[in-house]
């Protein structure tokens, strides 16, 4: 596993108190890592999501940078438009950043995403991902995993999460990556790292969602963390659709620690828990299989 170094995290103040995000969010907290590290030279594009509130309805924002709200299908295209647009302008040196919800991402934008990746358009993607339409009264997206409660799968969802992340790395786009607040080291880290690459770039923050998944509001990190350490979320790059580098992974956490913490599991049965350990497990082996067979290759 390669971790990331610490090292000390700057404050642009690029993002202002006063927001409209539930208290303690993660999304927000995230937001304020990934504006500081882009810096003051960025363009967000948001689409209906609860990053919408969080910006907060003109004429005030929440954000020092220009923001254009685009429609909840169009963020990757939108943001590539835009960059184009500033390339004929003189204005290269300008990221361009899209701050997507999952649903926006898996579900409705994955046709536009799909084809700016395959065009390896100059943008970074962030996939804001509280596995659900939260901004709507938590209903599920394909994000949300099998057997949480949502108020449009009451008795649970029956399908599985989709893995957008080997959705995008089939793309074979220069830099796919997950990330979340409970490791902020190696969060910051990514968003330097994508932001001196050029091409698509795609990185999904786990945003556990305090509303959405029923826990209590200084739980977030907590729950951040629990995520990586049952092995839920490991945090791993992908470059050029074949390079696997896995930063944080399981530490032997039996999955109930994670679970049991949420409202939106509070129905499962002990079979359904052993279900979803085992896929945990599995999808692990998968990825430290596909890890090493990047390692064999470069031998
Ligand atoms: C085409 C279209 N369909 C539906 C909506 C209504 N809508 C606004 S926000 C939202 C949920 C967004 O979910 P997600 O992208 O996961 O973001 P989150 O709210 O969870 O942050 C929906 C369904 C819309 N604005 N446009
Ligand atoms: S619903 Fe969830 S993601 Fe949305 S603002 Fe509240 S805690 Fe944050
Ligand atoms: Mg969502």
Redesign the pocket.
């Known amino acids: 596993m390669t971790k990331v170094k610490s090292y000390e995290i700057q404050e642009e103040k690029i993002f202002l108190p006063g927001h409209s995000a539930c208290p303690g969010c993660a ?1 927000a907290l995230s937001l304020r890592y990934i504006l500081n590290t882009m810096g003051p030279n960025t363009v967000g594009l948001i ?6 509130p969080i910006m907060g309805a003109q004429p005030y924002s929440s954000m020092l940078i220009p923001i254009f709200h685009n ?3 169009s963020s990757a295209s939108s943001a590539a438009g835009i960059k184009r647009a500033l390339k004929a302008r003189g204005k290269d040196d300008v990221n361009v950043i899209a701050l ?10 994955l046709q536009a995403l799909s084809s700016v990746a395959e065009h390896n358009e100059d943008i970074i993607y962030f996939c ?9 009264g938590t ?1 599920k ?1 394909s ?1 949300t995993p099998r057997y949480a409660y949502t108020t449009s799968t009451p008795g649970g969802k029956k399908t599985k999460k989709k893995n957008i992340v080997e959705i995008m790395a089939a793309h074979r786009i220069p830099y796919v990556a997950t990330a979340t607040i409970g490791y902020l080291d190696d969060l910051v880290y990514k968003v330097r790292k994508a932001k001196e690459i050029k091409g698509t770039r795609f990185i999904l923050l786990l ?1 556990p ?1 305090i509303e ?1 998944w029923g826990f209590p509001e200084n739980d977030v990190a907590t729950m951040a963390r629990l995520a990586v350490q049952t092995g839920v979320f490991p945090l791993y790059e992908v470059e050029d659709g074949e390079k696997y580098t896995i930063n944080h992974g399981p530490q032997g956490l039996p999955i109930e620690n994670y679970l049991s913490r949420q409202r939106r599991y509070r129905h499962l049965t002990k079979e359904q828990i052993a279900e979803i350990q085992c896929e945990v497990d599995r999808n692990w082996r998968r990825l430290e299989k596909l890890a090493s067979l990047f390692s064999f290759k470069e031998s």
């Open positions: 999304m689409p209906p999501s609860c990053m919408g429609s909840f299908e997507a919800g999952d649903g926006g991402t898996y579900d409705i934008g804001m991902d509280n596995e659900g339409y939260m901004n709507t209903q997206s994000s945003i969602c959405g």
